[in-house]
């Protein structure tokens, strides 16, 4: 019976793993349509105050604050149908206002305003009842790669999507809201959302870490508006920019998830940056000649960077206890508030600046982009290092994956010496070689916290060392 029923569990959890990973998916390419691209957006006298996008942008960051600050009161939001299918009809509201003032020619006016604060108010519930069903799902092997298939697969429905006739891409964005909602309202059913009501000082953003999440989406705004908004083919230039994206991120991907199995580490925190500085440098070196080029590497970069951050963010609600929605909200408004900074300086290098002064510009923005990446990008090692144990003693080799035989052996451990979760959480890590500094790199806890959680299970194994530890762990039965 108990088998039966962990293989039961082990089933649910993937299908809710593959609803996840379709609703963001759907959710990134309706975003993608109706505001990245600017399709439905004027763009004539003015990129940024004419586009959905900065708007939306404004109406998005102003929820998810309000989301934010009373998620410990009434989170979890998944659980209210209200706002999990309430949310994606006020997106299609938002959307309809949009089409209002520029498909059917209206022009800039209230109405587009209107319409894109709408879409952003409605894409902030989409995304707090999305954050919940992938907090639930986390997993330290899986979490990047449910985010990583729903960008790609977002990048083949795009891809699919733009090329229909105008009508039939209306009405398929029409009903793509409705679709994500539904993709994350089954994924729920096959999870458990619990409420959160306490938390732990790890359930927070560092300063270091908010500065990233900032500073890293100013030249990725800055790009959008200079060298993608107005362009004479929006349709032709985001097309081409994509496919060249999706085999970039398809190549990355299937790369990670080979060293994520076989090594224990990963290959997007090490690619993310060099993408974006290139795409800025390639611009700064050679201007529209290279935009192109440039506008595939930036757009990687941002794809990418969304698959960090996010999955980044899931890491610390889980580890802190702390509602997802919390973590999310303060974590998308830093990097929308980035956004809308890098679009303000596109917007004023565009309207007030000449030639070189845009140049200068652009430079200038490079310049923080690099220095953000020396200052600011450290992201948790994954890499696998041996260290002295509190003990004094080396660690011992170990696998850099834990077999289905040993990870019984954990499973036993626990149950008979009563290790909590973040002991479980240390054993595991030990058991894989990790020395103190990478757990502590990797988990965001401090080396002393993570020393004492390993004292605990020295003390509760009546062990003496992390070599003792591996060897009792290796005998059990």
């Not at 082990?10 to 959710?27: D, E, P, Q, T, V």
């Not at 200038?364 to 002295?388: C, H, K, M, Q, T």
């Not at 959480?425 to 965001?444: D, F, H, N, Q, W």
Request: charged share 15%; net charge positive.
């Amino acid at each position: 019976w108990s088998g039966g029923t962990i293989k039961l569990l082990s089933k649910n959890k993937h299908l809710a793993s593959l609803f996840c990973a379709l609703g963001f998916s759907i959710y990134w390419t309706w975003l993608l349509f109706v505001l990245l691209t600017g399709f439905f957006s004027s763009a004539q006298s003015s990129p940024v105050f004419d586009s959905a996008w900065f708007w939306s942008t404004l109406g998005h960051i102003a929820t998810l604050a309000m989301l934010g600050a009373l998620s410990k009161q009434y989170s979890p939001y998944s659980n209210n149908r209200a706002i999990l299918f309430g949310s994606p009809l006020v997106s299609m509201l938002g959307f309809a206002m949009i089409l209002y003032a520029n498909v059917l020619g209206s022009g800039l006016n209230g109405a587009l305003i209107f319409g894109a604060i709408t879409v952003g108010v409605g894409t902030s519930g989409q995304l707090v009842c999305w954050c919940e069903l992938y907090s639930s799902l986390y997993s330290n092997n899986k979490k990047r790669l449910i985010l990583s298939i729903g960008v790609i697969v977002s990048e083949i429905v795009f891809l699919a999507l733009a090329v229909l006739p105008r009508p039939a891409m209306v009405a398929s964005l029409f009903v793509l809201p409705l679709l994500s909602a539904l993709c994350v309202h089954l994924g729920l059913k096959k999870s458990t959302i619990e409420p959160h009501r306490e938390s732990s000082d790890e359930g927070r953003l560092s300063l270091r870490f908010a500065l990233f999440c900032l500073v890293y989406s100013i030249p990725l705004g800055f790009f959008q508006v200079r060298f993608l908004f107005g362009s004479n083919d929006t349709v032709l230039s985001w097309i081409t920019t994509i496919a060249f994206s999706f085999a970039f991120l398809l190549v990355i991907v299937a790369i990670d998830g080979y060293m994520a199995s076989k090594r224990d580490t990963s290959l997007i925190p090490k690619t993310v940056i060099p993408f974006a500085i290139g795409g800025l440098l390639l611009i700064a070196t050679f201007g529209d000649e290279r935009a192109a080029v440039s506008g595939i590497l930036v757009y990687s970069a941002q794809q990418l960077l969304t698959i960090l951050l996010y999955s980044e963010f899931a890491k610390i609600a889980h580890n802190g206890r702390t509602s997802p929605a919390k973590i999310f909200a303060l974590g998308v408004c830093l990097t929308d508030g980035g956004f809308i900074l890098g679009m303000l300086v596109g917007e004023i290098s565009i309207t007030f600046l000449g030639s070189f002064y845009l140049e200068l510009t652009l430079g200038v923005v490079y310049i923080v982009a690099l220095a953000g990446f020396l200052l600011l990008s450290r992201f948790p090692s994954e890499s696998i290092s041996n260290e002295d144990d509190t003990s004094g003693r080396a660690n011992a080799k170990a696998p850099s994956s834990l077999s289905p035989a040993m990870q019984s052996k954990i499973d036993r451990a626990v149950a008979e010496y009563s290790l909590t979760v973040r002991e479980t959480e240390m054993l595991s890590y030990i058991l894989r070689g990790k020395s103190v500094p990478a757990i502590a790199s990797e988990t965001y806890l401090s080396r002393n916290t993570v020393k004492t959680h390993i004292v605990h299970i020295y003390q509760k194994i009546n062990v003496h060392s992390r070599d003792e530890l591996i060897a009792f762990i290796e005998n059990l039965d």
